[in-house]
């Protein structure tokens, strides 16, 4: 399953490149993330309830960051795991400074397997979609009450 889109997120490139790097500020903004840590330099570990049709449950998982080109870019890989299956994949995230905000693009390939799998190409891509877009969100207040900072 393929996902890719931008946002424009009213803060400058650093501090948003900041807040991406941090475990406690992403776990704020990931729906149903109920535990998110850093184990080693660059691999985070932690658990999500995700409560949408087909993918509701609890999954934990792991993701390593690679090939950090700090502010601008960086790659993920993705390997999460629960009782209705599983998703391993990979993603880019791109940073661009535009004037004093910064536009958010991210390309990701992943693949699900198990219970999941089942559910259909075009509803797990919607509720990829609909979890981007609250992250998103989600991130667009944390960054905006941080502003003062």
Same mark, same amino acid.
């Given at each position: 399953?393929?996902?890719?889109?931008?946002?424009?997120?009213?803060?400058?490139?650093?501090?948003?490149w900041e807040f991406l790097m941090d475990p406690d500020s992403i776990a704020k903004v990931l729906p149903?993330?109920?535990?998110?840590?850093?184990?080693?330099?660059?691999?985070?570990?932690?658990?999500?309830?995700?409560?949408?049709?087909? /993918? &509701? @449950?609890?999954? !934990?998982?792991?993701?390593?960051?690679? $090939?950090?080109?700090?502010?601008? =870019? #960086?790659?993920?890989?993705?390997?999460?795991?629960?009782?209705?299956?599983? /998703? &391993? @994949?990979?993603? !880019?995230?791109?940073?661009?400074?535009? $004037?004093?905000?910064?536009?958010? =693009? #991210?390309?990701?390939?992943?693949?699900?397997?198990?219970?999941?799998?089942? /559910?259909?190409?075009?509803?797990?891509?919607?509720?990829?979609?609909?979890?981007i877009n609250q992250s998103l969100k989600k991130l667009d207040k944390e960054l905006a009450g941080n502003?003062?900072?």
């Amino acid at each position: 399953m393929k996902v890719n889109g931008s946002h424009t997120l009213k803060a400058p490139i650093d501090k948003v490149w900041e807040f991406l790097m941090d475990p406690d500020s992403i776990a704020k903004v990931l729906p149903g993330c109920k535990a998110l840590a850093e184990t080693r330099p660059d691999i985070f570990e932690g658990t999500l309830e995700i409560g949408i049709a087909a /993918v &509701k @449950g609890s999954y !934990s998982g792991s993701v390593q960051l690679l $090939d950090k080109e700090r502010p601008t =870019s #960086y790659r993920m890989i993705i390997d999460g795991n629960g009782k209705r299956g599983f /998703v &391993k @994949g990979e993603a !880019s995230i791109g940073l661009e400074a535009q $004037d004093a905000d910064t536009i958010l =693009s #991210y390309q990701a390939d992943t693949q699900v397997g198990g219970l999941i799998a089942n /559910v259909g190409q075009r509803m797990l891509s919607g509720a990829a979609k609909m979890i981007i877009n609250q992250s998103l969100k989600k991130l667009d207040k944390e960054l905006a009450g941080n502003a003062a900072e």
